[in-house]
């Protein structure tokens, strides 16, 4: 029956809903796309029973969620049979931010209240959907970054080291540009090694990279073979920070360059700025950056500003050789921090 009156207790009661409309609506988008059915309508409309038997789904249960998904504009339906709408197609192209904010974080935010409480430890996460989610976004974000910086300087080192590499989709993609060099991928999550192996040997790339288990902290013991090598840890620095401390962190870059004097180091983090409410007040920030800061307060990660990371270094022992941010036309809010890092001839201070 058609809206034709409204009460001022409905009015508020319906703005007071929308952001449970929209947590259960990023729950149902992301297990759409996660689940196969989002690939499925793409090739084409479908029944609900057609898409239950392709993908071994409980029929009526399925037919639930794609009414809900019609009803909030998604989908389409005719018959019976359901395709895409724009919105739904549009959504797919962004499916990492799903992946990292819903399928990484969901058990962090149902773990808020119990966080919060005095002497509790920090939250856990999906490490797996985290690194795949990250890696995805970093498509557009980061990597354009590391390969600017790498570009300027890829004469100059003869094997390439990603400390954090996730599922490997990036350093494919890195290697695919450095097609002549090695490089070892390291990660603490044994599934994204897994995962990345798999990716190496179907991109053929798993006779010169070489994946392991293993952290950051591990880096100074790395079989890197002889050579310059290139370093990159996207993400990872703040990891370390938080579980190990800031002296860990100022040690490990120290210890690198002692090893390595002639190495090159790239590293990605993000400026801390959820504090600051003119830069929240950017519609991107608002969107991703405010649940991402929240994010790094209740895991155990924790950013900070780049003045911050230049103190670090230079402690450390090492110098910015280059900064480099995000391209505007995919992030204009300058978070993205991409440093590339030397040993500084001056030696630590």
Not at 189 to 194: F, I, L, M, N
Request: contains cysteine; proline residues 4%; glycine residues 8%.
């Amino acid at each position: 029956m058609p809206e034709t009156m409204k009460s001022g207790l409905e009015i508020r009661l319906v703005e007071a809903l929308q952001p449970v409309r929209y947590f259960v609506l990023a729950q149902v988008l992301h297990q759409f796309m996660d689940s196969g059915i989002q690939e499925k309508l793409t090739a084409g409309p479908r029944t609900a029973e057609q898409l239950s038997v392709s993908l071994s789904l409980q029929p009526r249960r399925l037919e639930g969620v794609l009414h809900y998904l019609a009803n909030e504009g998604y989908l389409s339906e005719n018959d019976g049979v359901f395709s895409l709408e724009e919105k739904a197609k549009e959504t797919a192209v962004f499916s990492s931010w799903y992946k990292l904010l819903v399928g990484g974080y969901t058990q962090t935010f149902e773990q808020l209240g119990q966080t919060l409480r005095e002497g509790a430890g920090f939250a856990t996460r999906s490490g797996l959907d985290v690194g795949v989610g990250s890696c995805g976004i970093s498509q557009y974000d980061a990597y354009p970054v590391i390969v600017d910086l790498i570009e300027e300087v890829r004469d100059r080192f003869a094997s390439v080291v990603d400390l954090g590499c996730g599922d490997g989709s990036s350093l494919a993609d890195l290697m695919e540009l450095l097609p002549d060099l090695p490089a070892v991928g390291v990660d603490p999550e044994p599934a994204s090694v897994r995962a990345g192996e798999e990716l190496m040997r179907r991109r053929g790339l798993d006779d010169r990279v070489r994946l392991r288990v293993a952290g950051a902290e591990d880096a100074p013991e790395l079989d890197l073979g002889s050579g310059p090598v290139c370093l990159v840890s996207a993400f990872v620095l703040q990891e370390l920070l938080e579980q190990r401390g800031r002296d860990a962190v100022v040690g490990l870059v120290r210890e690198v360059f002692a090893h390595r004097p002639d190495a090159h180091w790239i590293v990605i983090e993000v400026d801390n700025r959820i504090d600051d409410r003119t830069a929240m007040a950017h519609r991107l920030a608002l969107a991703y950056y405010n649940p991402y800061f929240l994010v790094h307060y209740l895991t155990e990660q924790r950013l900070e500003r780049d003045r911050f990371w230049h103190e670090l270094f230079t402690e450390a022992g090492a110098e910015v050789e280059r900064q480099r941010t995000a391209d505007p036309r995919v992030d204009s809010t300058g978070f993205l921090l991409g440093y590339r890092l030397r040993a500084d001839a001056g030696g630590a201070r």
